[in-house]
Nanobody, 128 residues
Framework: EVHFVESGGGLVQAGGSLRLSCTAS????????IGWFRQAPGKEREGISC????????YTSDSMKGRFTISSDNARSTVYLQMNSLRPEDTAVYYC?????????????????????WGQGIQVTVSS
């Protein structure tokens, strides 16, 4: 059974930082790309970043570069999202997800319908 444990969310003041963690089990980690997404109230789900450490590949959307950094610990089957200089507009539910379809060179590696397993989401609230 596929299972995700997401942690690290919460309430932070604007300008602050948070590190989200996503620990996965129940599937062959090394063959999957793990991505982070977010969805704010009334808005569409938005891709942030994805990684497959075994392939040595990561991708971060242009709008997130510079503030958000993805990393992974393969021994722990855990992917992290370091978020710095947070803004009120970063307030959203953040999800990790796994894809066996995304490959190096994909022009849209954060297309959400390529991800077949999803975590339950974790709330991040940034106060002004």
């Amino acid at each position: 059974e596929v299972h995700f444990v997401e942690s690290g969310g919460g309430l932070v003041q604007a300008g602050g930082s948070l590190r989200l963690s996503c620990t996965a089990s129940g599937f062959a980690w090394k063959y999957y790309v793990i991505g982070w997404f977010r969805q704010a109230p009334g808005k569409e789900r938005e891709g942030i970043s994805c990684i497959n450490e075994y392939l040595g590949n990561s991708y971060t959307s242009d709008s997130m570069k510079g503030r958000f950094t993805i990393s992974s610990d393969n021994a722990r089957s855990t992917v992290y999202l370091q978020m710095n200089s947070l803004r009120p507009e970063d307030t959203a539910v953040y999800y990790c997800a796994a894809s066996s379809s995304v490959t190096p060179g994909d022009i849209r590696p954060l297309q959400s319908d390529l991800y077949e397993y999803w975590g339950q989401g974790i709330q991040v609230t940034v106060s002004s």
